[in-house]
């Protein structure tokens, strides 16, 4: 089993910064990808970034690319959601995921664990 904690949701205006950490622990692997999605009230949980076992790969939505950044640390454990110039349509709950390959996942029926879930709001 791999459990994974995020931290680093909040309240925050228009325009402002915040910055995510998923920390992974338990029985990883080294091949593994992490991944960022969100899910609104009353929506499906939405594809948000991604990135490969070594950092090497990344992809994101349309909707937050220039603005996010996803990045991981060199233990490989660690991935870390930069989001920028944020907007109220990012009010979302952000789940991290965890999925075992050596290549991608953009999908949430990819991933095989799951946080609890940080909540961020972005108000006008």
């Known amino acids: 089993q791999v459990q994974l904690v995020e931290s680093g949701g909040g309240l925050v205006q228009a325009g402002d910064s915040l910055r995510l950490s998923c920390a992974a622990s338990?029985?990883?692997?080294?091949?593994?990808?992490m991944g960022w999605f969100r899910q609104a009230p009353g929506k499906e949980r939405h594809f948000v970034a991604a990135?490969?076992?070594?950092?090497?790969?990344?992809y994101y939505t349309d909707a937050v690319k220039g603005r996010f950044t996803i990045s991981r640390d060199s233990d490989k454990r660690t991935v870390y959601l930069q989001m920028n110039s944020l907007k109220p349509e990012d009010t979302a709950v952000y789940y991290c995921?965890?999925?075992?390959?050596w290549g991608l996942g953009r999908t949430a029926t990819d991933y095989d664990y799951w946080g609890q879930g940080t909540q961020v709001t972005v108000s006008s």
């Open positions: 995921g965890y999925y075992v390959t």
């Open positions: 338990g029985r990883t692997l080294s091949n593994n990808a």
């Open positions: 990135i490969n076992w070594n950092g090497g790969l990344t």
